[in-house]
């Protein structure tokens, strides 16, 4: 395992409607500093990437955020964290939060968070990465997900190797179990 492995946090940038979304998210943050690890994000400050962020921050660990310059504004970037990047475009953050990553933790979130999702799923499938993908399956959220993944599978646009792709959590602690299994194979 690396030094300090560095978690890639893909989470919404709004909070959801259910508090179980928002404890999970500090959960993680605080869990990952506790650990010593660190973690790279989308650099907002609000909903479930803000909690995250504060809490890691709190705990000690370090905090690297990328955004997209049209996002600072909109999703009001995190500014105290450790480093900042802004990037040109939402391609270019993605790019770099997972090169700067071990790991990769989804939460809850919406169609950006699914975006970055499928992409390293992509990147998995084709060889270009091997770094793990847990999802923090938080009441259940992730579940359509994994049937349309399955969906993928049964139809024959996927092989079989998608399933083994995404590792499913309940809880903070258990997703962190599961990268640092991941981590130290």
Known sequence: MAERPMICLYCGSRPGHDPAFSDAAAAIGRAIATRGW???YGAGDHGLMGLAARAAMEGGAPVLGFIPRRLVDLEVAKRDITAM???ETMHERKKLMLEN??????????????DELVEALTWRQLGITEKPVVLLDTEGYWQPFVALLAHFVEHGFA???LMDDVALAPT???ALDRLAESLSA
């Open 172 to 174: 903070p602690e258990a």
């Open 159 to 161: 092989g079989p190797s």
């Open 38 to 40: 660190g973690l790279v």
């Open 85 to 87: 990047v802004i990037t």
């Open 101 to 114: 990553a071990d790991a990769v933790l989804a939460l809850p979130g919406g169609a950006g968070t699914l």
